[in-house]
């Protein structure tokens, strides 16, 4: 039955986009539109004096301007996003959490908490004007002392960023298993390090932007977002400005691009419908990079401090961790991150006793939310850096160190003696991981390499490898929603709840659908990113689509499939089992002549006197489905870097890079196979480039793209790729979520080859990015310290 | 506001208007002639998704005025596609490999990468690297367009 999936179909999104006729939510153009500038804080903390906007109200071609007083009451101020922080009561229970709310206005109205936090907002006849206006508005700030350092905000005298609060831990837990302070007790040796990953950006080549109308007829706002989840919008402006949801229909169109920032709601989601309500006319706003920079908000900005209980023959016995997310001035996203992190830390190792606090702290940074990875590229590159530091401590091969510790095939589904944030048990369903490693290093001929290393060190050539593994929970419900129906015309159509900013929906949906309803691809219409046609939708993050909307519209078809079967069995008068459908007609098997075309089946199921619909089903042919996983399934990869460090200058350049990867069943290779080398592309930025940068006053000095290096053409290599296909348990196709794996691994995979090729000098790269200036110094510094014992 | 008047041929076709001085092209291109395939992603130089040709050269809309492209020839993105509305050999070698995710670059890639074709058509791997090294694509990572640019190039030279 599965004719299209599991094959590479070429995209149907193509045609749209190569030919510069797609459609962005910038390229939206109404009659009567005017556009919106936001004037934002220049502090990263003060309070909010007075703000002077007569002369930019003055000024030629501008229609309004509003502030926080303006709005205050109006428009309430932005929460943590529940559908994302709700915990299930016995999650609730196993970690004790502490988790306090944080509070944004719209528009900041007593008091600034981030550089680049809106303040007021201009409404002119176009940008250039808007903008002129903007700079005639005078704000008058009184600065506070401002915190961007985490542990400093968690000093007793702090200034607090939320002031409601009694302190700067917006939320803390505990996850334990087995007993890791006794395992440090019984180890024969013990290692303590910090390993951090900082905040990076995800940066989306398209910006945010918004466009809305207000119809009076209908009172109903038509709101356009670049969006992953316009649902999610939808119920957030309707809490916001007191509507029900019935008001509000919000469209993603072509978004370009999102990594999980574009998820959540961002203030300008709730002004910019506001203000087309007041003005009557479209409303139109397009960040611009520089707003993307310091307002899109940011990610990661982990630091772990970790205590390692481990034998003489590379067991390791236990892991004690305690880590700090910095979350900046609001945390939008509760655990999410942040348990993330706590239950993926261990990946394809068996670590019996395992003990993690976290603490979420505020700071005067933007918010930070997930990213591609959300919480697990942080703890992979912890995880992955201790297997060497405790190899390298015991002169062993880190693959000696990785073998010993891995989850064998036979132990699978593996029980890792926690909790999912699902509250599910967190059981690894299906993979062999120890062959994974197996397959890697034979590609890349390990044995070999190592051979060859020697030779080339001797001749002055740093050439290192670095391994990374990890197993990730994707496909996070709660659920997911499809609808399917056959039109009068005998068209199918699929309206899906997830809606995509690059991952090809329209065309691995319509491949599912098109084997359960016997057509081609390109025979099926995919709708997708319009709240208009479903009651639920979830949406794009988290490695989901594919598992629960792939999941929700195979068995939506099915269903259809056998009401199609039904409506013809009794036009032609023959029993269901009797027929078989194919091209968009159905036929009695022994007698093919005798055959209804789906047009005519639909024109069969209209409601009324003449409809064939067999008694107890609803006329009409539409099929709703929401599938709703039992808990998340679980990809998993091994990465292999190999690298050349040039000492003088610090320059690590990438020789080359491998992947296994173990997605279920794949639908199609090709869209596949992007999503993990577009991912492991963004990887390799954090590894070697990505890092947003903020002075002590909180301003930001990454504000653009010649200071927040993006990777180029010139940096990332062609990824050779390798797969494993252990279906899933959890899903009737046996799918598992592959668009944030790519970049889990890279950042640990990079900084262990990077330590390799420098061995026998001793480095230690516990943090990120591995810049040459960086590098240079820590080279430095192990020189020194291997100068000093060398002489005693 | 000052308006001055320009004359431009864009995609072959004579165009006279009269623009804000300080009007930049890549808006101009977008807002007043309602071609919005030429995007834009940093307005300041480093993304290339904004990228078209300017007397048979890619430049960056968003780093030129509108009034400085008087008398030019201007070609966008729309350009490229066949009179019969099939795809031209390059937006073909696109999607036949899979070089585009989100699309929001690719308008600027084809744009920078038809002029190059035309100036070498048997480039080697490293130079046509080096040719969209000045664009950014942060869902692709590169290598599809890589391809892409390589079957475009054979296609071109056969
Ligand atoms: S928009 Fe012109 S180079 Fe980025
Ligand atoms: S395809 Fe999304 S930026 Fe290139």
């Not at chain 1, 005067?364 to 912890?382: D, H, M, S, W």
């Not at chain 1, 062993?396 to 095939?409: G, L, Y």
């Not at chain 1, 016997?518 to 490695?543: C, E, H, K, Q, W």
């Amino acid at each position: 039955m599965t004719k299209y999936v599991g094959q590479s179909v070429k995209r149907r999104e193509d045609y749209r986009l190569v030919t510069g006729t797609g459609q962005f939510v910038g390229d939206i153009r109404m009659a009567n539109m005017v556009e919106a500038v936001f004037v934002r804080s220049t502090h990263a903390h003060a309070t909010i004096k007075g703000i002077d906007i007569s002369e930019a109200q003055a000024l030629e071609g501008v229609h309004v301007i509003l502030t926080g007083m303006d709005i205050d009451g109006i428009i309430k101020p932005l929460v943590q996003f529940e559908s994302h922080c709700a915990l299930p009561p016995n999650l609730e229970e196993a970690i004790n959490p502490t988790i306090h709310y944080c509070y944004e206005d719209v528009l900041a109205k007593n008091k600034v908490m981030y550089v680049g936090q809106p303040i007021a907002v201009v409404v002119a006849d176009n940008r250039y004007v808007a903008e002129d206006a903007a700079d005639l508005i005078k704000v008058e700030y009184e600065t506070l002392t401002v915190v961007v350092d985490p542990f400093k905000s968690l000093e007793k005298d702090a200034p607090l960023i939320q002031e409601h609060l009694q302190n700067n831990v917006q939320s803390d837990f505990h996850v334990t298993t087995g007993n890791a302070v006794q395992s440090l007790k019984d180890a024969d040796q013990i290692l303590k390090a910090r390993i951090q990953t900082p905040r990076v950006s995800s940066n989306p080549l398209e910006t945010r932007g918004v466009v809305s109308t207000y119809e009076n007829r209908t009172d109903q706002f038509h709101i356009y977002s670049s969006t992953q989840l316009p649902f999610e919008i939808r119920t957030y402006i309707a809490r916001s400005l007191d509507l029900v949801e019935q008001q509000i229909r919000v469209t993603a169109p072509d978004v370009g691009g999102g990594f999980g920032p574009k998820g959540g709601v961002h203030p300008e989601e709730i002004l910019i419908p506001y203000l087309s309500k007041l003005l009557k006319r479209p409303v139109k706003w397009i960040e611009d990079r520089l707003e993307h920079m310091t307002s899109a908000r940011h990610s990661r900005d982990q630091i772990h401090d970790v205590e390692v209980a481990f034998n003489q023959d590379g067991t390791i016995l236990g892991i004690k961790d305690h880590f700090i997310i910095d979350s900046g001035a609001v945390n939008y996203f509760g655990l999410t991150c942040a348990y993330n992190s706590a239950y993926h830390l261990r990946g394809a190792y068996k670590i019996p006793n395992y003990d993690v606090t976290c603490q979420i702290v505020l700071t005067n940074k933007t918010p930070n939310v997930p990213f591609r990875g959300a919480g697990r590229p942080e703890v992979v590159f912890v995880m992955d850096r201790i297997i060497d530091m405790v190899a390298r401590r015991l002169k062993k091969d880190p693959v000696e160190v990785m073998r010993k510790n891995m989850i064998q095939a036979e132990d699978m589904p593996y029980d890792q003696g926690i909790l999912v944030k699902d509250g599910a048990k967190l059981i690894y369903d299906s993979g062999d991981y120890p062959a994974a490693l197996d397959q890697g290093l034979k590609m890349i001929d390990y044995e070999g390499f190592r051979e060859q290393q020697k030779e080339l060190k001797k001749q002055g050539k740093l050439v290192g490898v670095g391994i990374s593994t990890y197993v990730e929970g994707t496909g996070a419900g709660p659920f997911e929603s499809a609808y399917v129906t056959i039109d009068g015309s005998g068209q199918v159509v699929a309206y899906l709840g997830s809606s995509p900013q690059g991952q090809g929906h329209e065309t691995v949906f319509s491949q599912i659908c098109a084997d359960e309803l016997m057509l081609s691809p390109n025979d099926i219409t995919i709708r997708v990113g319009d709240t208009t046609n479903l009651a639920f939708g979830a949406g794009t993050y988290a490695s989901r689509s594919a598992v629960n909307a792939g999941s929700a519209i195979q068995i939506a078809s099915a269903k259809l499939r056998g009401k199609v079967l039904a409506v013809a069995a009794a036009m032609l008068e023959v029993e269901s089992s009797d027929l078989q459908m194919e091209n968009g007609k159905v036929f009695v098997k022994t007698n093919p002549e005798k055959c209804v075309t789906y047009k005519e089946i639909a024109k069969a199921a209209r409601p009324g006197n003449r409809c064939r619909v067999p008694g107890g089903m609803e006329p009409g042919l539409q099929v709703t489905h929401y599938f709703v996983p039992p808990t998340v399934t679980f990809s998993s990869s091994v990465h292999i870097a190999m690298v050349e460090v040039d000492k003088e200058t610090g320059l690590v350049e990438l020789k080359g890079y491998s992947v296994v990867h173990d997605a279920g069943k794949v639908i199609n290779p090709m869209i596949v196979d992007g999503q993990v080398q577009g991912g492991i592309a963004q990887g390799i930025g954090a590894a070697l480039f990505e890092e947003v940068v903020y002075d002590e006053k909180g301003q930001l000095l990454t504000g653009s793209y010649m200071d927040y290096l993006l990777p180029t053409s010139m940096e990332i290599p062609t990824v050779e790729k390798s797969h494993q296909e252990f279906l899933s348990t959890r899903n009737p196709l046996g799918i598992k979520g592959v668009g944030e794996g790519g970049a889990i691994s890279p950042p640990a995979a990079i900084a262990n080859a990077v330590v390799d090729a420098l061995d026998p000098l001793e480095i230690t790269i516990n943090q990120l990015p591995i810049s040459p200036s960086k590098l240079r110094n820590w080279i430095k510094e192990a020189e020194r310290k291997k100068f000093k014992i060398e002489i005693g | 506001m000052d308006g001055v008047k320009i004359n431009l041929k864009v995609n072959g076709q004579d165009i006279s208007r009269e623009v804000d001085s300080r009007l930049l092209l890549s808006d101009f291109i977008r807002e007043s002639l309602y071609l919005t395939g030429t995007h834009i992603g940093c307005e300041h130089g480093v993304c290339g998704a904004c990228t078209i040709h300017v007397n048979g050269d890619p430049v960056r809309s968003c780093l030129m005025l509108a009034v400085q492209a008087d008398g030019c020839e201007v070609k966008t993105v729309e350009s490229l596609i066949q009179e019969n509305g099939k795809l031209n050999y390059l937006q073909q070698a696109f999607s036949d490999n899979h070089a585009l995710q989100c699309g929001f670059c690719t308008p600027g890639f084809l744009m920078t990468v038809s002029g190059f074709l035309e100036e070498n058509s048997k480039p080697s791997e490293d130079e046509i690297k080096k040719c969209i090294s000045g664009n950014l694509c942060r869902c692709t990572g590169y290598s599809n367009i890589i391809k892409a640019v390589k079957q475009a190039a054979q296609t071109v030279s056969n």
